[in-house]
Every structure is written in structure tokens, then in C-alpha cells.
């Protein structure tokens, strides 16, 4: 089994105690990635698998494995698609690209003109898009539902560009134990925060997005009140191919054929 040189800096930069036993330490196993479709060492960074389990050959993370592992299981055609994917970034949005000639990535630039093109890519608020009705076989988000202030809308628009039988394909921090808890709301243009601010990384911004939702129970009624799909929940722990940690789920919300 082969791997590439050129991820040895990567990792070595990316880990706390850049060693062999630092490495060691943390953990390493051998597997298959979906996303590299090649035999990979899966080597954890950090404690929080979630964003620290990397494949050596990718650098992916197991959400964006799972996501992979889902289309190529529940819509192995996906490669013929038409796939709106917004706020791409990280190893599955480049084998997206790279594999699907159907495939529309998009960001939301708040100086931009929607439908316009912007720094290589199409601007499109998700929550007021200009794509006419039943445009794609797939909509794809990747960690994007906790940070939007009107996700009831973007629901909306998400079903509305989803042909009939097609599906919204995401993930999300599914807190499933709890209700869903609104960290933060926008009025009139102002942020009124309930709790103390959180933020992610963001592709396009260095400063990050704001967590809005925690996403609890309630998460499979608001879709469906918001957008009349039905949606289900695939858990799989496989560390054979690198997805395991917390929030590993990917959510499938399929519009009526």
C-alpha cells in the first residue's frame, strides 16, 4: 500500500505534538476512503473525531466520508446528476466537483448580486434562491442548517429547486437527546443573541458563521412542516471506512416523486 509524500507536511503541521508517538498515541488504523476509493490511513489529530479523525491520503473528515458513503449508497447514479451543492469546502465537495458534471457549487456573498457569478462561484442566498422549480436531483448541504436565521424558508426554497422523487441530502450537529435550542435571532437587521456566541468555520470567511440552532428532536417535524419531505437519519459507525465520532449522521429528506 502506497501513500502520498506530500501529505507528510500536512500532517505533521496540522498535529499538537508533531511525532511519531504523538501520533501513536492518538490513534491510527487502517481502512478504505470513500472519497479516495483507495486503501488510507485514518490518524486522529485530536480527541474530537468529529473534525480530527483524517485521512492521510484526502486529509477528509468522517462527516464528509459518511456523505460520500451515502450517495454512492442510497443514490449510487448521483455521478449523472444535477447537484446544487451550498457552502462547498473540504474533500467531498472536490470529489463532488471533480466526479459529477451536474454539479453546482454555491456560496452566499452578502456584496454580491444572487445568480451572479462571484470569486469562481454562483452567489445564491439559500434562503431567497434564483434557481427556477424542480432544477435539481439533489440539494447538498454540509454542516450549513444550524447557521441560517430563516431555516423554515430555506426549506422551503430547498424543495421548491428539488425535483419531484429528488432529495435534500445534508448533515448537521443533531442534538437528539434534547429540544432544539435557538442560540441567536436577527431582527431588523440586528443579532439579538440568547446564548454566548459560538461560531464554525466558514470556507469563505475567516471570522466564521455563527451558530443560530442547536438541532434537537424536532429536527424531522420542521422539515416536514417547512417543506412537506419526509426525512431519515443513517448512523453508521464504520471505522473501516474512516466514519466514526460524534454527529456522524447524514440526513436524507426526499420530495414526493
Known sequence: MKYP?????????????????GVLRRGLHLGTCP???????????GD???DDLRCFRCLSIPRQRAIIHVLNTHFP????????ESSPGGASSEKLAKDCRGYLPTHYYTDA????ITKGFRCEDLENQTFPD??????????VLEHLFDPAKALEEIARTIKPGGAHVFTVPW??????????????GEICHFLEP??????????????VTEWGRELYNFIFENSGMTTTAIDEMNPRLGIEGEFREVFISRKRG
Open 48 to 50: 474530537w473525531l468529529r
Open 5 to 21: 509524500l506530500k501529505n507528510i507536511s500536512a500532517f505533521i503541521l496540522g498535529l499538537k505534538n508533531p511525532s511519531l508517538a
Open 113 to 116: 448580486l444572487p445568480g451572479t
Open 77 to 84: 447514479q448521483w455521478r449523472g446528476y444535477r447537484i446544487h
Open 175 to 188: 442534538y437528539s437527546w434534547k429540544a432544539t435550542e435557538r442560540r441567536a435571532k436577527k431582527t431588523n
Open 35 to 45: 472519497i479516495c476509493e483507495k486503501g488510507t490511513i485514518f490518524i486522529k489529530f
Open 198 to 211: 459560538e461560531y464554525h468555520g466558514n470556507p469563505i470567511d475567516l471570522d466564521g458563521s455563527l451558530v
Open 134 to 143: 424542480n432544477t435539481f436531483d439533489l440539494v447538498i448541504t454540509q454542516d
